[in-house]
């Protein structure tokens, strides 16, 4: 199966800071997602990206789709403490019938 | 809202039982998926099914069988159980390749 390799793999950050993660891969992706993962919990879609280049905010959260389709961003600001948990990426590719979701990078946030 | 209840939490189960892990969907969604997730690696795809009695494999089909008899219903089956199945087992349905709901998950353990 395809393979999304998320960076960084976890995050120690203390509250108030912004945080950027991404999202690789060797495929090129029609569509880009980003999902939170609450303890205890599925995860829960954030952020829909359809086109190249496309620029997403949902609240404090921005992501973009990268220009090459290859790649995707996330980038949270002035985190607080309910941001914890884990955020995983996840892609299209042309023709497919499920997603591909990444391997994930875990959030903890210092109070 | 549409909810996708997975039928336990928390599993432990013998190497070599037979185990069913079940997942119900209410919003009458044609798509459901199982995933397992292990740290470091996100979320892999077992099996899916679009439609009832229908089935595709996923990225990690071994050891691992499916049931669709009814539309809101999802089973996997795990034949012959054995400790590298120990894992968080992950349910979701949607309409479309852009509204996954996923269940709160079971934690299986095989002894």
């Known amino acids: 199966g395809q393979q999304l390799n998320q960076s960084p793999q976890s995050m120690f950050i203390q509250e108030g800071e912004d945080v950027s993660m991404n999202c690789t891969s060797s495929?090129?992706?029609?569509?880009w997602l980003w999902y939170k993962q609450d303890p205890g919990e599925g995860p829960v879609l954030l952020i829909a990206l359809y086109k190249a280049g496309e620029l997403t905010s949902n609240g404090r959260l921005t992501a973009q789709f990268g220009i090459t389709r290859k790649d995707s961003f996330l980038n949270i600001s002035a985190s607080i403490p309910s941001d914890v948990g884990i955020y995983f990426c996840?892609?299209?590719?042309?023709?497919?019938?499920?997603?591909?979701f990444g391997t994930g990078t875990r959030l903890t946030v210092i109070p | 809202d549409v909810k996708v209840t997975q039928s336990s939490r928390y599993l432990v189960k013998r190497t070599g039982e037979k185990v069913f892990l079940e997942c119900v969907q209410d919003?009458?969604?044609?798509?459901m998926f199982w995933y397992r997730q292990d740290p470091g690696l996100g979320l892999r795809l077992i099996y899916f099914?679009?439609?009832?009695?229908?089935?595709e494999k996923g990225d990690i089909p071994e050891g691992y069988s499916v049931s669709r008899e009814k539309k809101e219903r999802f089973s996997l089956i795990l034949e012959s159980a054995s400790t590298n199945q120990t894992s968080m087992y992950l349910c979701?349905?949607?309409?479309?390749?852009?509204?996954?709901?996923f269940g709160s998950g079971t934690r299986l353990t095989v002894v």
């Open positions: 919003m009458d969604h044609e798509n």
């Open positions: 996840a892609g299209q590719l042309t023709g497919a019938n499920n997603l591909f």
């Open positions: 099914s679009y439609d009832v009695k229908m089935k």
């Open positions: 979701a349905s949607s309409l479309n390749l852009f509204g996954y709901t």
């Open positions: 495929s090129i992706f029609n569509t």
